[in-house]
């Protein structure tokens, strides 16, 4: 039975992405924890007055957590769901989470403006782009729909596809959507025969999904992919975020102009190897 994460701070945000996260994996084989990490300071440790009201904090979200799933029962009686709290940094909390067991999938909602992904907050950002087990953000204001139509924007003159191609394969199997590849690459790379050998074994991997392959001549690709994704109509958008890569700048820049459509569908990111779905 695959393990999905969706993690909680009791936000609309969040609740949205569980609202999602239950609408679109409902199935008998997945079971959703629902996670609230509650992060505090180590300087408190000594101080009795704020380590009592730490104490009622946590009893009062642990409550609100419980609301969370009474929530999930009555809306959705047919989903296996069930909390847990843990303390500690966001990060290394999560990273634990996916280290440790044998986690499919998290999903995090993002607040902020409709239209900007600089509205994500830092852990939302680290997560998406750190975390080695797959991330879904949902936009605060993205309601489910079903996923006729998901996007994988890639270089595919790299060679480290092949973990993020099996993943893909079973997502577009799972949700039975069209599949759309677009051509993430800088205009000055070099494309020699290695380059073209990941290309073609690429497009042989994917050949039973029938893909539509998108290669945009546009010197700016965010505008590129910003404008594909909204023509087409995707769903979903699926990329391979890393530090320094082009998917982490566009939280660190201004991107915003060129941004009115991405942060309208739920973002994927993928990474290692693992189960999926």
Not at 6 to 16: G, M
Not at 223 to 245: C, K, Q, S, Y
């Amino acid at each position: 039975m695959a393990k999905i994460i969706v993690v909680t701070n009791f936000s609309d945000a969040s609740r949205n992405a569980l609202d999602y996260a239950c609408a679109f994996l409902h199935s008998s084989q997945t079971n959703i924890v629902l996670l609230n990490i509650f992060s505090f300071s180590g300087s408190l440790s000594g101080d009795g007055i704020a380590i009592a009201a730490m104490s009622e904090t946590i009893a009062n979200d642990e409550q609100k957590l419980q609301q969370e799933y009474k929530w999930v029962k009555e809306n959705y009686p047919a989903v296996n769901i069930q909390t847990e709290m843990v303390t500690g940094a966001f990060m290394e909390a999560l990273q634990d989470k996916t280290n440790t067991e044998e986690i499919a999938l998290v999903v995090v909602g993002a607040g902020g403006d409709y239209a900007d992904l600089l509205s994500w907050d830092t852990n939302i950002i680290n997560a998406f782009v750190d975390l080695h087990t797959p991330v879904l953000v949902i936009p605060r204001h993205v309601s489910y729909r079903p996923i006729h139509k998901i996007a994988f924007a890639c270089n595919y003159y790299r060679k480290n596809l092949h973990t993020p191609i099996e993943k893909i394969r079973r997502l577009v199997q799972f949700t039975g959507a069209q599949l759309f590849v677009i051509h993430v690459v800088a205009p000055t790379e070099i494309i020699d025969e290695n380059a073209q050998q990941s290309k073609q074994h690429l497009q042989q991997s994917l050949a039973d999904l029938s893909p539509q392959y998108f290669e945009p001549s546009f010197a700016d690709i965010i505008t590129a992919i910003d404008n594909f994704t909204a023509a087409e109509n995707i769903d979903l958008l699926i990329v391979i975020p890393t530090r320094h890569g082009l998917w982490h700048n566009i939280f660190q820049q201004n991107h915003t102009k060129g941004l009115v459509h991405i942060n309208h569908l739920p973002l994927l990111s993928l990474r290692q190897e693992g189960s999926f779905i």
